[in-house]
């Protein structure tokens, strides 16, 4: 904090007209991430911490390292103490005080690390890509508030495919169940395939639709032949 004199010199004159005191606060500006990650060990922490974390309500996994070690360079192992990685995702950049009073209430000591690739620190959370650590599996880790670990831990190639072969059961499904209308997909999804929904609600679903409609068309042109394809020619001449 520092103070600024500032003199008021009239124009005219060249008298000091007047002293103006303002006092300015000299701050760092504080670096905004969209993902924060902190330890808790299991003896500090508070007992309803999970829930505390919970209720948060915002995606993040944690995941029990209670099989960590170093080796020394005298070759002796050492186990770690065991605790808790904690990875938080937020949609826009927040500051580290954001989660701080969260840390705080769960036990945990208020060190908190800025995350630069929400991919990298997700797969350690299991050590994906640390062989000669312990391996860690894909069902200990805990997802929270629609947090999903198998995505996130993905690249953006394998997220492709997946999307690719989903696009390709898609339509695998509306050839063995003739699937006409695209509204009766929705619904089928909504029902029994969540997993189709945001599929189809992106711009995939323009694929699909093309897709229904050919099937429609080939369908009907297939059952009723030369009348099908005629009454599609008055139809669309009535409407120009």
Same mark, same amino acid.
């Given at each position: 904090?520092?103070?600024?004199?500032?003199?008021?010199?009239?124009?005219?004159?060249?008298?000091?007209?007047? #002293?103006?005191?303002?006092?300015?606060?000299?701050? %760092?500006? !504080?670096?905004?991430?969209?993902?924060?990650?902190?330890?808790?060990?299991?003896?500090?922490?508070?007992?309803?911490?999970?829930?505390?974390?919970?209720?948060?309500?915002?995606?993040?996994?944690?995941?029990?390292?209670?099989?960590?070690?170093?080796?020394?360079?005298?070759?002796?192992?050492?186990? %770690?103490? +065991?605790? $808790?990685?904690?990875?938080?995702?937020?949609?826009? +950049?927040?500051?580290?005080?954001?989660?701080?009073?969260?840390?705080?209430?769960?036990?945990?000591?208020?060190?908190?690390?800025?995350?630069?690739?929400?991919?990298?620190?997700?797969?350690?959370?299991?050590?994906?890509?640390?062989?000669?650590? @312990?391996?860690?599996?894909?069902?200990?880790?805990?997802?929270?508030?629609?947090?999903? $670990?198998?995505?996130?831990?993905?690249?953006?190639? *394998?997220?492709?495919?997946?999307?690719?072969?989903?696009?390709?059961? !898609?339509? *695998?499904? #509306?050839?063995?169940?003739?699937?006409?209308? $695209?509204?009766?997909?929705?619904?089928?999804?909504?029902?029994?395939?969540?997993?189709?929904?945001?599929?189809? @609600?992106?711009?995939?679903?323009?694929?699909?639709?093309?897709? !229904?409609?050919? *099937?429609?068309?080939?369908?009907?042109?297939?059952?009723?032949?030369?009348?099908?394809?005629?009454?599609?020619?008055?139809?669309?001449?009535? *409407?120009?």
């Amino acid at each position: 904090m520092f103070n600024i004199f500032l003199l008021v010199i009239s124009p005219r004159n060249n008298k000091v007209g007047g #002293i103006c005191l303002c006092e300015i606060t000299n701050k %760092k500006k !504080i670096e905004k991430y969209r993902d924060y990650t902190f330890l808790l060990y299991p003896e500090s922490c508070d007992k309803n911490w999970s829930k505390t974390l919970s209720e948060f309500r915002q995606p993040m996994f944690y995941i029990l390292h209670d099989k960590d070690y170093v080796i020394h360079e005298n070759g002796e192992i050492e186990q %770690k103490k +065991p605790h $808790y990685h904690v990875h938080i995702m937020f949609d826009n +950049p927040r500051t580290p005080n954001t989660i701080l009073d969260l840390i705080l209430r769960c036990g945990g000591n208020p060190y908190i690390e800025k995350v630069r690739s929400r991919r990298g620190c997700a797969r350690y959370l299991t050590h994906m890509d640390d062989p000669d650590k @312990f391996q860690y599996s894909f069902s200990e880790v805990h997802a929270l508030c629609g947090a999903d $670990y198998s995505k996130v831990t993905k690249s953006a190639s *394998e997220r492709e495919n997946d999307r690719v072969t989903m696009i390709i059961e !898609i339509l *695998e499904f #509306i050839d063995e169940n003739q699937i006409h209308i $695209y509204s009766d997909l929705i619904k089928y999804s909504a029902k029994n395939k969540p997993e189709w929904i945001s599929l189809l @609600f992106s711009y995939t679903c323009q694929i699909v639709k093309d897709y !229904i409609r050919s *099937e429609a068309f080939a369908f009907k042109e297939k059952r009723y032949g030369n009348t099908y394809n005629r009454l599609c020619f008055e139809l669309e001449q009535g *409407e120009k």
